[in-house]
């Protein structure tokens, strides 16, 4: 059996703590969690299209755009990667429409465990998705803000104590970390933060956890190159994040092949 199409981030779903995926290619949804311990094969087609305008173009920008989007769409913006310089709020934006349904929306800053503790952002509408692409383990919300503007100024803020990043290899290695209470951690946050960002604390406790699909964790990860192979074949072990993990240590970013054309074979 085979399938045909341009990758794009995995869909998620979420029954209980226990996550399931669904690998797409093009209008292909394939039940990635249900071929663990399965023999696949990913070729790339040397062809990749932009996922924004659907343009070929002979090298992608931003996970998935042609220069020109990468330039001009507004999910490729700065705020996305740094929400702090977001300036809808102002009346500025690529597009304004697009920003009223992205920007000008219900933001929380959150405290994750994803391969180590980390601070981040979010729209609310994507709680839990942006905490499962990351692949976190466990996560809370510290602040609730009516725009990514403010949710990125907190997110600086404590980004002067806490880390932004994900160590991928330490979420797909699954290393044991000290055990670390996040009510505890969401307490230390808020007393760092001025008055004036403490305002929009949220009062709950609740942690959210996540099991992810994994039958054997890589211990030497090294990760696949579309770029200078074109063929990754192995046994699918694991998923955890935009992650898949295959027998043998290679493991696969889906969401920096976003418009790579790929063929998928199962055994």
């Given at each position: 059996m085979s399938f045909e199409g341009n990758l794009v981030k995995m869909n998620s779903r979420q029954e209980g703590h226990k996550v399931s995926y669904l690998l797409r290619l093009g209008e292909n949804e394939i039940d990635i969690s249900g071929l663990i311990g399965k023999k696949l094969s990913l070729r790339f087609q040397h062809k990749i299209?932009?996922?924004?305008?659907?343009?070929e173009t002979r090298k992608s920008f931003g996970q998935g755009f042609c220069y020109q989007c990468f330039t001009t769409a507004p999910e490729a913006d700065e705020c996305i990667l740094r929400p702090d310089r977001c300036m809808a709020h102002l009346g500025i934006s690529r597009d304004m429409n697009w920003s009223e349904e992205h920007c000008l929306q219900p933001h929380i800053v959150y405290l994750a465990?994803?391969?180590?503790?980390?601070?981040?952002?979010?729209?609310?509408?994507?709680?839990?998705?942006?905490?499962?692409?990351?692949?976190?383990?466990?996560?809370?919300?510290i602040c609730q803000v009516p725009n990514r503007h403010i949710a990125g100024v907190v997110e600086k803020y404590l980004m002067k104590y806490f880390d932004d990043k994900t160590n991928w290899k330490k979420m797909v290695t699954n290393e044991l970390l000290p055990a670390i209470d996040l009510v505890d951690q969401k307490k230390k946050a808020l007393n760092l933060l001025p008055a004036e960002l403490r305002q929009y604390?949220?009062?709950?406790?609740?942690?959210?956890?996540?099991?992810?699909?994994?039958?054997?964790?890589?211990?030497?990860?090294?990760?696949?190159?579309?770029?200078?192979?074109?063929?990754?074949?192995?046994?699918?072990?694991?998923?955890?994040?935009?992650?898949?993990?295959f027998e043998g240590q290679e493991v696969l970013n889906i969401r920096r092949f976003s418009g790579y054309r790929i063929t998928l074979e199962l055994d």
């Amino acid at each position: 059996m085979s399938f045909e199409g341009n990758l794009v981030k995995m869909n998620s779903r979420q029954e209980g703590h226990k996550v399931s995926y669904l690998l797409r290619l093009g209008e292909n949804e394939i039940d990635i969690s249900g071929l663990i311990g399965k023999k696949l094969s990913l070729r790339f087609q040397h062809k990749i299209n932009c996922i924004n305008c659907g343009k070929e173009t002979r090298k992608s920008f931003g996970q998935g755009f042609c220069y020109q989007c990468f330039t001009t769409a507004p999910e490729a913006d700065e705020c996305i990667l740094r929400p702090d310089r977001c300036m809808a709020h102002l009346g500025i934006s690529r597009d304004m429409n697009w920003s009223e349904e992205h920007c000008l929306q219900p933001h929380i800053v959150y405290l994750a465990l994803s391969g180590g503790l980390k601070v981040g952002v979010t729209r609310l509408s994507q709680v839990p998705t942006r905490w499962i692409d990351q692949g976190a383990e466990k996560a809370i919300r510290i602040c609730q803000v009516p725009n990514r503007h403010i949710a990125g100024v907190v997110e600086k803020y404590l980004m002067k104590y806490f880390d932004d990043k994900t160590n991928w290899k330490k979420m797909v290695t699954n290393e044991l970390l000290p055990a670390i209470d996040l009510v505890d951690q969401k307490k230390k946050a808020l007393n760092l933060l001025p008055a004036e960002l403490r305002q929009y604390a949220t009062s709950d406790e609740e942690v959210f956890h996540f099991d992810y699909p994994v039958e054997k964790w890589p211990q030497k990860p090294v990760q696949h190159n579309f770029d200078k192979s074109d063929e990754l074949t192995g046994v699918l072990k694991g998923i955890r994040g935009q992650y898949l993990f295959f027998e043998g240590q290679e493991v696969l970013n889906i969401r920096r092949f976003s418009g790579y054309r790929i063929t998928l074979e199962l055994d």
